[in-house]
């Protein structure tokens, strides 16, 4: 079994490489799942307590949009033969509904 060195505000602790998992953050922005699994080419990783949009672009040259809440990632599925090549934060805000307290993504959001 690998040792895996992880460095804390304490100094460094050592793990099984089993739980690299619990320890490693999330990986944060876009990347393409490689080799796809099954219908699933990508996916965007939010790091941070805020909502944001995302644009992302398609094989086919279109783009869509996407509001991402807090600490979540959206999945990209292949469209036929048609994937999600790229997806980044714009500086749009996203349109959001429910109250103050329970804020969430609305159905329809901005062209960025």
């Given at each position: ?9 304490m ?24 080799p ?9 990783v ?23 809440p ?16 790229n997806a ?7 349109n959001l ?5 329970d804020r969430?993504c609305?159905?329809g959001?901005?062209?960025?």
């Amino acid at each position: 079994m690998g040792v895996l060195l992880a460095t804390t505000a304490m100094g460094l602790i050592e793990a099984p490489s089993s739980s690299a998992a619990r320890i490693m953050p999330p990986r944060c922005g876009f990347y393409e799942v490689s080799p796809p699994v099954g219908e699933l080419t990508g996916r965007y990783v939010h790091c941070a307590d805020s909502f944001i949009l995302i644009k992302f672009h398609w094989s086919t040259g279109s783009t869509g949009t996407a509001c991402v809440p807090p600490w979540w990632q959206i999945p990209f599925y292949r469209d036929g033969q048609h994937k999600v090549v790229n997806a980044y934060y714009v500086i749009t805000p996203p349109n959001l509904t429910g109250p103050p307290n329970d804020r969430r993504c609305s159905t329809g959001q901005p062209r960025a």
